[in-house]
């Protein structure tokens, strides 16, 4: 695995995804101002951007995480979603803000947020760093997006290539 960009047609940069993540940052808080949002990351692939987005809020929030699964180490969605790991405090009443990396054809957030739902948040909203809507197959709203891109494989900054390069800074993609 190398910690160089890869040759795609995707490449965000460092400066690019913190510049974006602030924008996202204060869209929440003027959205949010007097509430205490809780942002719920989804692992493993949130990490960095969960991490970056609530260090830009700079207002009571609290957050939690959890973790579904349905590709392994494959690049295609298998279709099926589990839940691997659950919240650990409860979100009734809560202004809830999933945070995840990227929505493909939509299925794990389709299946998070009907999840979530069942638990009588006060508000349910979403935050994406990145969206590829020419593979979607279940339509889900998406709040707070970062970038929209191309049908390309990406990695870095959270996300992997068979578990690889999650510590990568930027965003980048192979042709
Ligand atoms: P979906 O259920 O097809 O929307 O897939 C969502 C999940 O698939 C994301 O949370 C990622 O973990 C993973 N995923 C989808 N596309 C990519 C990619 O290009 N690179 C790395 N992971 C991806």
Do not use: W
Request: charge should be negative; include cysteine; charged fraction near 20%.
């Amino acid at each position: 695995m190398s910690l160089a960009p890869g040759n795609g047609p995707v490449q965000i940069t460092q400066e690019q995804l913190q510049a974006r993540i602030s924008e996202l940052g204060h869209k929440i808080r003027a959205d949010y101002a007097g509430k205490e949002p809780h942002l719920i990351c989804v692992l493993n692939g949130a990490f960095l951007f969960h991490a970056d987005l609530v260090r830009t809020l700079h207002m009571p929030c609290t957050i939690d995480f959890l973790q579904a699964s349905s590709y392994g180490d494959a690049k295609q969605s298998s279709g099926e979603v589990k839940l691997v790991k659950d919240l650990q405090f409860p979100i009734s009443d809560r202004h809830v803000i999933l945070v995840e990396d990227i929505v493909d054809t939509g299925i794990t957030m389709n299946y998070l947020l009907h999840y979530l739902q069942g638990r009588g948040p006060a508000s349910l909203k979403v935050a994406a760093l990145l969206s590829k809507p020419s593979r979607r197959k279940v339509e889900v709203p998406v709040e707070y997006l970062g970038f929209t891109i191309p049908d390309a494989f990406v990695y870095g900054y959270g996300l992997d290539r068979a578990q690889f390069d999650r510590n990568l800074p930027f965003i980048t993609s192979q042709e």
